[in-house]
């Protein structure tokens, strides 16, 4: 029998939220106040758009915060998980989204506004450096053997995921359609640790 130790934690929620027109007209604005374009795609100049916009997503998005830190971090202390910084990305037909993680944060997220045919986000192995020692020519690809996986997206889908998880989107094939998602971050603050255990530290 194989067992799995130490997995990477991909909370994904399929479709469980409808922007309203409203909000369709907030993400507007945001992309009409202006985006800054980088090597491979398009993202918001507000970096914190949930502090002003589209407060019924920020809602959403939090509800699913707090049962991601339930299930996955499990903290004994009674922390305040927040989101810090949240922007909007515009992938057009031809572009992608380079890999990288996102420093500063503890967990990030995604909520897919428009996604095109096939859509998917990848996720990469922070150890596959080390397992790279070793070469094989693979029979078949799983989750043991892999250096990569992704996972499929649509319109509405909320992904959670640890914020050192390299992760990156492959090229919009679509010859039309943007791809068009929001991005954000999670720190926490409260007491970590213990005074006994010379570890303790308020945030």
Not at 34 to 45: E, I, L, P, T, V
Not at 102 to 121: L, M, Q, W
Not at 148 to 162: G, H
Request: with cysteine; hydrophobic share 35%; glycine share 4%.
């Amino acid at each position: 029998m194989i067992k799995g130790i130490f997995p990477s934690p991909i909370y994904c929620i399929d479709g469980d939220l409808d922007l309203k027109p409203l909000e369709v007209k907030e993400i507007e604005s945001i992309v009409e106040e202006g985006m800054h374009r980088n090597k491979y795609n398009s993202a918001s100049n507000n970096s914190y758009i949930f502090d002003t916009k589209l407060s019924n997503l920020k809602e959403f998005c939090e509800k699913h915060i707090k049962i991601y830190v339930n299930e996955v971090i499990n903290p004994k202390e009674k922390l305040d998980f927040y989101i810090t910084q949240s922007w909007l990305n515009v992938t057009k037909p031809g572009e992608s989204h380079h890999q990288h993680c996102h420093p500063n944060s503890i967990i990030s997220g995604v909520f897919y506004v428009s996604t095109v045919e096939d859509d998917k986000i990848m996720f990469y192995d922070p150890n596959e450096i080390v397992k790279s020692r070793m070469k094989f020519e693979i029979t078949e690809y799983n989750i043991w053997n892999s250096a990569s996986w992704f996972f499929s997206v649509e319109k509405n889908n909320l992904i959670l995921f640890p914020s050192w998880l390299g992760h990156g989107v492959n090229q919009n094939k679509n010859a039309t359609t943007d791809r068009i998602s929001i991005s954000f971050n999670v720190f926490t603050k409260g007491i970590f640790g213990s005074v006994d255990n010379k570890d303790e530290l308020i945030l």
